[in-house]
């Protein structure tokens, strides 16, 4: 069993950076490949970024490739997001998720684990 935490969000002007946290319980959490995703309202949930079990792969939707960066800490049993030169279109709740296949985290929204979410709102 595997729970996720998520923090970091809050209220950024277009242009500025977050980093987003997402702190797993669990003994097993460096076994799973891990991913960020968020919706904003009214659109479905959507997939952001992807990493594997040791961090050496990783996958980003085109929207934000370049921008943003993924990473892990397996010691500390924790997950990053670095969002850099957000803009509004950027605002939503971001999702935590994890799962022991990272196919799944890259092409299905059928993650086993999932978190609260965290809000990030971009003004412009």
């Known amino acids: 069993q595997v729970q996720l935490v998520e923090s970091g969000g809050g209220l950024v002007q277009a242009g500025g950076s977050l980093r987003l946290s997402c702190a797993a319980s669990?003994?097993?959490?460096?076994?799973?490949?891990m991913g960020w995703f968020r919706q904003a309202p009214g659109k479905e949930r959507e997939f952001v970024a992807a990493?594997?079990?040791?961090?050496?792969?990783?996958r980003y939707a085109d929207a934000v490739k370049g921008r943003f960066t993924i990473s892990r800490d397996n010691a500390k049993n924790t997950v990053y997001l670095q969002m850099n030169s957000l803009n509004p279109e950027d605002t939503a709740v971001y999702f935590c998720?994890?799962?022991?296949?990272?196919?799944?985290?890259?092409?299905?929204?059928?993650?086993?684990?999932w978190g609260q979410g965290t809000q990030v709102t971009v003004s412009s």
């Open positions: 669990g003994r097993t959490f460096s076994s799973y490949a």
């Open positions: 990493i594997n079990w040791n961090g050496g792969n990783t």
């Open positions: 998720a994890g799962d022991q296949d990272f196919r799944v985290i890259v092409a299905t929204p059928y993650a086993t684990y």
